[in-house]
């Protein structure tokens, strides 16, 4: 297969790449705009491949992505692309519209151009993956709130969005089936859970606090740090995606989670306590952590149910969240440079997302 990746040089975008590339004969067409979470190092151990090439192109840019099509004759579409850190969306809303919904319309509809041209069995084998976040079906109970055995993000699972973010991401999946049911374009929905790994942008909590506290710097966690997220490894995730648009049906949602439900608080206190063993210094990493005033919104949990991912497509993560937050931490003390890279000065894992209330 010849299969176009938005968001190719992003965290879970460069995953899938870098999985497809290393362990399958597909070729790749990265279209990634380079935004300050794009990053093409990511990609280094692949970008000699001659099944991989890049297209530094905006999905907001109709004229090259139709461009992009009638260029590289993709057999599939895997849509990463996206503004995804909750936190800008409360400051900044504009992007997460423009990118997230304005993007995906375009993205849309300049596939389905292409794929109305195709022949009969081009047209047939066509898929287009939409990859999206369980942020989009809101919160869950929370332990604390209610007794016995707690729900989970199914697939059935009602839309009730809570940040600019999600309720970006929110539109996004909705005009995606859209467009399979009214012009029968052949699209696939995924909804994943929390994803941590290598190459994570560090604005978000796990390579935030990795970082932090190598440098002595205060570990912030909103409120009383009880929020309770599904984690899910990049590389897990990124199987899973591959599973889905190689073998998923059209129509077809797939919630794809890690089975991994942990506070924000033991997260933290799992990082301190790997750091204590790994890099020791005089007093405990857990020290430093701090608590500030809670995020405007914030879901207090969330946690995906991926019986379907298991039963239909024979995918369970290969990876405990005490063996893949391992590994994340030792990538990130092994790869020092690729971090300082990656924070071009204009961001300084300074708090993101407080507003006047």
Known sequence: MKILVTGGAGFIGSAVIRNIISNTADSIINVDKLTYAGNLESLLEIDK?????????????????????????PDAVMHLAAESHVDRSITGPAEFIQTNIVGTYNLLEAARQYWNTLKDDAKKAFRFHHISTDEVYGDLPHPDE??????????ETSYTPSSPYSASKASSDHLVRAWLRT???PTIVTNCS?????????EKLIPLVILNALEGKALPIYGKGDQIRDWLYVEDHARALYKVVTEGLVGETYNIGGHNEKQNIEVVQTICAILDSLVPKETPYAEQITYVTDRPGHDRRYAIDSTKMSSELNWTPEETFETG??????????NQQWCLNVQDGSYQRERLGEINV
């Open 325 to 334: 937050l391992r590994k994340t931490i030792q990538w990130y003390l092994d």
């Open 194 to 202: 929390n994803n941590y790994g290598p190459y994570h942008f560090p």
């Open 49 to 73: 491949s001659d099944r991989y090439c890049f297209e530094q192109v905006d999905i907001c840019d109709r004229a090259e992505l139709d461009r992009v099509f009638n260029t590289h004759q």
């Open 183 to 185: 012009y029968g374009f």
């Open 146 to 155: 209610q007794e016995g055995e707690l729900p989970l993000f199914t697939e």
